[in-house]
Antibody, heavy 125, light 112 residues
Framework: QVQLKESGPGLVQPSQTLSLTCTVS????????VHWVRQPPGKGLEWMGGIWGDGSTDYNSALKSRLSISRDTSKSQVFLKMNSLQTDDTAIYFC???????????????????WGQGASVTVSS | QITLTQQAESLWISPGERVSITCRAS???????????LSWYQQRPGQTTKALIY???VRTDGVPTRFIGSGSGTEFTLSIEHVQPEDFAIYYCLQTLKSPWTFGGGTKLELK
């Protein structure tokens, strides 16, 4: 059974760094990609970035300067680190598995077929 | 970046009715493999977000047949036939053709 579970601090101070962990089960990180999506309170979804099965990463250009995604395949964990947090980074942060393939040029993904419950993060002093 | 527009923020319907949710892309979502990289998701309170449709019209495993995805190019529709009480939720479209992946703003189905 495919499962993803986010964990991390619920409260982060402004200007500090957010660190989240996504622990997965039921699939291999070396043959699947995992992505991060966030949702501010009462608002829509924003794709943040992801890490592909080969370990390469892709980031939303709006967040790229602050964001880092990495993994530890031996622990089945994917990590998100984002620095210089501000109050508008307050959101629920989801990790998701995405299905796709590499066509020789691009990583092609067609669906985020499994989602975690999300980790609520509040940025406040 | 590709913008996805879901015109309706809310739709009020009664159980048993049919409803269509539209998603318009700022450019074609057709890839060189002949498939559209447009998917649909359902968010319900207390539940994990659920993938309903991918490649514009393919239902994911276990999704009821009353959920129908259609469209091509830049115009896509998620239709729900005979809406059930558990279908009252927020629906999002997502394009994964080009980075950054982008979601539509969401459409909330509300009880009339």
């Amino acid at each position: 059974q495919v499962q993803l579970k986010e964990s991390g601090p619920g409260l982060v101070q402004p200007s500090q760094t957010l660190s989240l962990t996504c622990t997965v089960s039921g699939f291999s990180l070396t043959s699947n990609s995992v992505h991060w999506v966030r949702q501010p309170p009462g608002k829509g979804l924003e794709w943040m970035g992801g890490i592909w099965g080969d370990g390469s990463t892709d980031y939303n250009s709006a967040l790229k300067s602050r964001l880092s995604i990495s993994r530890d395949t031996s622990k089945s964990q994917v990590f998100l680190k984002m620095n210089s947090l501000q109050t508008d980074d307050t959101a629920i942060y989801f990790c998701t598995r995405s299905l796709g393939y590499y066509d020789g040029y691009y990583h092609v993904s067609y669906v985020m077929d499994a989602w975690g419950q999300g980790a609520s993060v509040t940025v406040s002093s | 970046q590709i913008t996805l527009t879901q015109q309706a923020e809310s739709l009020w319907i009664s159980p048993g009715e049919r409803v269509s949710i539209t998603c318009r892309a700022s450019q074609s979502l057709l890839y060189t493999d002949g498939k559209h990289y447009l998917s649909w998701y359902q968010q319900r309170p207390g539940q994990t977000t659920k993938a309903l449709i991918y490649h514009a019209s393919v239902r994911t495993d276990g999704v009821p047949t009353r959920f129908i995805g259609s469209g091509s190019g830049t115009e896509f529709t998620l239709s729900i036939e005979h809406v059930q009480p558990e279908d009252f939720a927020i629906y999002y479209c997502l394009q994964t053709l080009k980075s950054p992946w982008t979601f539509g703003g969401g459409t909330k189905l509300e009880l009339k």
